[in-house]
């Protein structure tokens, strides 16, 4: 089974950037799709983004579109999440997310996930 690792989470003020990673374990990671969610205090489970396993086609909620962009390295097995021109409400712990031969179709349900990653914090504060 996959297993998946978040890094690149910190404090940021609000216009800055941060990109996060998510490093995949295990081999065939060209056959996983990987989903970025988040979650705040208080407030339920968002999805972000996805990118598909097929062909790598990403999706984006609209709180993040034009900001954020998702991209993957198949010789790395890993999937970054670049986030620009962050607000204090981008702030939250950021999961990804994986399942075989996903290609994203309301990701944001996040149904039948084979492996979630331990999170990363993210604060946008000045």
């Known amino acids: 089974q996959v297993q998946l690792v978040e890094s690149g989470g910190g404090l940021v003020q609000p216009g800055g950037s941060l990109r996060l990673s998510c490093a995949a374990s295990?081999?065939?990671?060209?056959?996983?799709?990987i989903g970025w969610f988040r979650q705040a205090p208080g407030k339920e489970r968002e999805g972000v983004s996805c990118?598909?396993?097929?062909?790598?086609?990403?999706y984006y909620a609209d709180s993040v579109k034009g900001r954020f962009t998702i991209s993957r390295d198949n010789a790395r097995n890993t999937v970054y999440l670049q986030m620009n021109s962050l607000k204090p409400e981008d702030t939250a712990v950021y999961y990804c997310?994986?399942?075989?031969?996903?290609?994203?179709?309301?990701?944001?349900?996040?149904?039948?996930?084979?492996?979630w990653g331990q999170g990363t914090q993210v604060t946008v504060s000045s």
């Open positions: 997310a994986t399942k075989f031969l996903w290609s994203c179709g309301n990701y944001r349900y996040a149904s039948s996930i084979d492996s």
């Open positions: 295990g081999s065939a990671f060209q056959y996983y799709g």
């Open positions: 990118i598909s396993s097929s062909d790598g086609r990403s």
